[in-house]
């Protein structure tokens, strides 16, 4: 409960410090895409329930390009910013696994399915190890053999152990350690 509560009003004064910030940004996005500067795809939720996240666009939506700007935004993880309105609503955590696309979390057997009983995060042990992921995937011959085989698995046995371990403390060092990754990037 005290997680809930903490997510919530985090949530809240981060919307109300950055509201500003994600209004201009989103503005942005939809001059430099030439589409809606709101981009939104369907996860997985806790307990394998779909929803919408929500991001600033950084992609063409014809050529499925990244843009000059939208690289930026990737780079300082701004494009996430709201998702705070995903915390808000209760669709996500700050700290949990990072929510995937169907097809990876909803498909686990076995004790890998724990993850599912955790709300999905803005920030994970597994996405600090993994924050340049795209870069790692576009080194690749074949990016989606290598994110099946060596990168999601790797996130699997981050996010069980952060099920086994999960506490204030364990959050708190997890929030940290992003922005510090983060800013130092």
């Known amino acids: 409960m005290f997680k809930k509560w903490f997510d919530f009003l985090l949530a809240v004064s981060g919307l109300l410090v950055s509201g500003w910030l994600i209004l201009i940004l989103l503005l942005l996005a939809r001059i430099d895409t030439e589409g809606s500067g709101i981009f ?34 990737r780079s300082y993880k701004l494009d996430e910013l709201p998702q705070l309105l995903n915390i808000i609503k209760g669709d996500m955590s700050f700290v949990g696994p990072r ?34 992921e795209e870069e790692i ?22 996010n069980l152990e952060y099920y086994y371990k999960k506490s204030i403390q364990e959050d708190i060092s997890i929030l940290f350690q992003t922005l510090i990754k983060i800013i130092l990037k």
């Open 99 to 132: 929510p995937d696309v169907p097809g990876y979390y909803d498909l686990l057997e076995g004790e890998s399915r724990k993850i599912l009983d955790l709300k999905p995060g803005l920030c994970s042990r597994a996405a600090i190890k993994y924050i340049n």
């Open 40 to 73: 939104k795809q369907e996860r997985i939720g806790q307990f394998g329930q779909p929803f919408q996240i929500l991001k600033i666009r950084t992609m063409h939506p014809k050529s499925l390009k990244i843009s000059r700007f939208g690289r930026i935004l």
């Open 137 to 158: 995937l576009l080194s690749k011959e074949n990016p989606l053999q290598f994110n099946d085989e060596v990168i999601f698995p790797e996130k699997i046995k981050l």
